[in-house]
């Protein structure tokens, strides 16, 4: 069975950084990818970061480009997604996701699975 555990989230003012953690068990992420989504409530999820399998390829919404990275420890084990200049915009339930399928950079929703979440909360 493979699970993902979110941790890292907090409150912090804006300009603050935050550090968060995908840690998996099951399985590593060695040929899987992985990607960072959020959400707020009575809106939908978005994308915000995504690690292609190779831990080479990421790609980022465009609100968070320049200031979150995304990496992967070496290994293969976690996940993280570093969060610098946060503003209030950045709030949101922040989950962690890997495909089901190794060898595949695109597969999320039903495709993968997914941890419970971890809160970030900017203030202004």
């Known amino acids: 069975q493979v699970h993902l555990l979110e941790s890292g989230g907090g409150v912090v003012q804006a300009g603050g950084s935050l550090r968060l953690s995908c840690a998996v068990s099951?399985?590593?992420?060695?040929?899987?990818?992985a990607a960072w989504f959020r959400q707020v409530s009575g809106k939908e999820r978005e994308h915000v970061a995504t690690l292609s399998w190779t831990a080479v390829g990421t790609d980022y919404a465009g609100s968070v480009k320049g200031r979150f990275t995304i990496s992967r420890k070496n290994d293969n084990t976690t996940v993280y997604l570093q969060m610098n200049d946060l503003t209030p915009d950045d709030t949101g339930l922040y989950y962690c996701?890997?495909?089901?399928?190794?060898?595949?950079?695109?597969?999320?929703?039903?495709?993968?699975?997914w941890g419970q979440g971890t809160q970030v909360t900017v203030s202004s």
């Open positions: 099951g399985r590593t992420f060695k040929t899987h990818a």
């Open positions: 996701a890997s495909p089901k399928t190794p060898y595949n950079d695109y597969a999320w929703g039903e495709d993968a699975y």
